[in-house]
């Protein structure tokens, strides 16, 4: 366990594609539960934010255990979400998921926040950035949710902006210990979690 590190799952999405995906089932568990059981190989500090009261509900059902919290204040963006989960995590580092990436593997969150020490984050790159698969100072990214969410930015890039020592991690360096990059893979679509289902025969 990394003792300085906590996550944060963002489990409140509203997928027009697929409605409710991280209650869809991937094998015989919900895919939230393929993420929290992955991440908590690396951290037991781990934050699902819900978007309303009654999924919090449904999550509690699926994670007894877990500590869930409810996004504060209204809005379709992830950065939402991100503030909520941070404002209730204490360590100085969080890994930060969406609740559809259900083959994450822990190496890669360990090796992002080995990464990350020391600066504002460490976020995976290869031309395009992983924002929602990326270690984030909690300090330094809480101001910087604020300050865009107050200002009317409401993408995760014009986050990423802000946070000046970021380090990007190319994903060549990732395969090393995820040779296939399946910690990238996410369930968007009914065609995607049909994929998903043969990978998961072979992971």
Not at 53 to 80: F, K, N, Y
Not at 86 to 106: G, M, N, Q, W
Request: with cysteine.
């Amino acid at each position: 366990m990394q003792s300085g590190l906590g996550a944060v799952i963002l489990a409140g999405g509203r997928s027009a594609r697929l409605p409710e995906k991280c209650f869809r089932k991937l094998g015989s568990k919900e895919l939230i539960l393929h993420v929290f059981e992955r991440v908590s190989q690396v951290t037991s500090e781990i934050m699902i934010v819900s978007k309303d009261a009654s999924s919090a509900l449904r999550l509690r059902e699926i994670l007894p255990s877990a500590r869930i919290v409810l996004d504060e204040l209204e809005g379709q963006t992830p950065m939402v979400g991100l503030l909520s989960g941070l404002h209730a995590t204490r360590t100085e580092y969080a890994f930060v998921s969406a609740c559809d990436t259900p083959f994450i593997e822990p190496e890669v969150i360990r090796v992002l926040y080995e990464a990350a020490l020391g600066t504002d984050g460490a976020i995976p790159s290869n031309g395009e950035l992983e924002p929602l698969c990326s270690v984030y100072r909690r300090l330094s990214t809480t101001n910087a949710a604020e300050f865009c969410l107050q200002n009317g930015q409401l993408s995760m890039l014009e986050l990423i902006s802000q946070l000046r020592t970021l380090v990007k991690v190319q994903k060549a360096r990732l395969r090393r210990v995820d040779p296939q990059l399946l910690t990238f893979v996410n369930i968007n679509t009914s065609s995607d979690l049909e994929r998903a289902e043969e990978l998961i025969r072979h992971v």
